[in-house]
């Protein structure tokens, strides 16, 4: 199975700062990674598909990056209401797998 | 608009079984893959099983194969997750998902249920 390892674990941040997270996996997946965020008590939401495509209606902050085994997804001001946990998935290969997730906490 | 809720969980004994439903509404149900997903307390998400449109193929995790089925009742809009010899690390909500795509064997997940709680415990 495709291992995906998301770093950091966790981060502590202000309202404004601009975040990065990054979700590496263990073989050549091209293009076929989303990114999703979870807030406490909810189920989870798409954010980005395809590596670097924005989910209808979600705030333009949001962006992802990469191809082949390196990923990035990054809020460039971030927002009270983005404190969550982030998660990558990878869709190249069954089974398909989950990054273990980044919880971004308010500093 | 889309919409899926789970239902059927529970607390329920080592070895024992339980089926999970999901009701869907507002898209073609027909026509799309659908997915179990579960998170165990305090953890990740863990991709389960899928069953394409017509539910001719299905696939799953390592760890489940054996024990839990899925199946679809395309008449009725209803996802299913039939479990039994239910484990301790079994215990996680679950969440129905509905693929982002209409075809093929099934990728990502667009829309996502409320989740049902199993909790395997003597």
């Known amino acids: 199975a495709i291992q995906l390892t998301q770093s950091p674990s966790s981060l502590s941040a202000s309202v404004g700062d601009r975040v990065t997270i990054t979700c590496r996996a263990s073989?050549?997946?091209?293009?076929?990674l989303v990114w999703y965020q979870q807030k406490p008590g909810k189920s989870p939401k798409l954010l980005i598909y395809?590596?670097?495509s924005l989910e209808s209606g979600v705030p333009s902050r949001f962006s992802g990056s990469g191809s082949g085994t390196d990923f990035t997804l990054t809020i460039s001001s971030l927002q009270p209401e983005d404190f969550a946990t982030y998660y990558c998935?990878?869709?190249?290969?069954?089974?398909?797998?989950f990054g273990g997730g980044t919880k971004v906490e308010i500093k | 608009q889309v919409q899926l809720v789970e239902s059927g969980g529970g607390v329920v004994q080592p070895g024992r079984s339980l089926r999970l439903s999901c009701a869907a509404s507002?898209?073609?149900?027909?026509?799309?893959?659908m997915h179990w997903v579960r998170q165990a307390p305090g953890k990740g998400l863990e991709w389960v099983a899928v069953?394409?449109?017509?539910?001719?193929?299905?696939k799953y995790t390592e760890s489940v194969k054996g024990r839990l089925t899925i199946s679809r009742d395309n008449s009725n809009n209803t996802l299913f997750l039939q479990m039994n010899s239910l484990r301790a690390e079994d215990t996680a909500v679950y969440y129905c998902?509905?693929?982002?795509?209409?075809?093929?064997?099934?990728?990502?997940?667009?829309?996502w249920g409320q989740g049902t709680l199993v909790t395997v415990s003597s």
């Open positions: 998902a509905r693929d982002a795509y209409g075809y093929g064997p099934g990728y990502y997940f667009a829309h």
């Open positions: 073989q050549g997946i091209s293009s076929a």
């Open positions: 069953i394409t449109n017509d539910g001719s193929n299905k």
């Open positions: 395809d590596a670097s």
């Open positions: 507002g898209f073609a149900f027909s026509r799309y893959p």
């Open positions: 998935q990878q869709f190249n290969t069954y089974p398909l797998t």
